[in-house]
């Protein structure tokens, strides 16, 4: 029931925030502190510490809020494709997972966009492709193509991520070389563990996706 109410709050304040939100783009100071951030790092608590399937298939909703309410803001884009992304594939029928990974997708290339330099985006990008590929056969050759051209521009940033390592797992194990994608997600798991930063809103996710990849890789 705490959770239940800590997610209404939460609601509230995205709500809050949105309907604060210029109508038009401006140019913004950083977001320390201010109450989008503050509400991000409520969300993402949240959710890095729920158990309630039903509350953490509704977090997403707060996320598309944020990252609407800000476009600028790139955690808010960042943690909005991320959550429509992974809310998607646990939560959406086959129906629905289509759309959600397509504005799932759109957040991550705003993201893209604000910090071109950053490797998380280019990285989150290329798992919500294969997410898309996994779910649509029909994708699987276009999609192939952009993810190892993603995958070389994310190494040549952060060649240690750990979420590149999955990445590059996934690809592998989508090729049918379960062997080396084997040795890439001991590799993600090797660098998730020393994987640290005093930064809360840092990516961090992988440890859950992991898990499930390498399940399928038996």
């Known amino acids: 029931m705490k959770k239940l109410a800590g997610l209404i709050i939460l609601l509230f304040i995205t709500a809050g925030v949105y309907a604060q939100a210029p109508k038009q783009e401006l140019k913004r100071p950083p977001m320390t502190g201010n109450r989008i951030q503050k509400a991000l790092e409520r969300y993402v608590s949240v959710w890095d510490t729920c158990t309630n399937a039903q509350l953490r298939s509704k ?49 991550a290339e ?28 029909s994708l699987s050759a276009d999609h192939k193509a952009k993810i190892k051209k993603l995958i070389a521009d994310a190494k040549k940033i952060d060649a240690a991520n750990p979420r590149l390592y999955l990445v590059m797992a996934d690809e592998l194990l989508a090729e049918g070389n379960k062997k080396e994608a084997m040795k890439n997600y001991k590799l993600a798991s090797d660098a998730l563990k020393i994987s640290k930063s005093e930064e809360f809103l840092k990516p961090h996710w992988g440890t859950d996706e992991l898990k499930r990849s390498m399940a399928k890789a038996q």
Do not use: C, W
């Open 110 to 137: 705003k993201a893209m966009k604000i910090n071109p330099k950053d490797a998380e985006p280019i990285i989150l990008k290329a798992h919500i492709l294969r997410l898309m590929a996994n779910h649509n056969d």
């Open 59 to 107: 977090i997403y909703e707060g996320f598309d809020r944020l990252a609407n309410a800000d476009s600028t803001n790139f955690y808010g884009q960042y943690y909005a494709a991320y959550m429509d992304a992974e809310s998607g594939f646990l939560y959406f029928d086959t129906l629905r997972k289509q759309e959600v990974y397509t504005r799932a997708l759109g957040y």
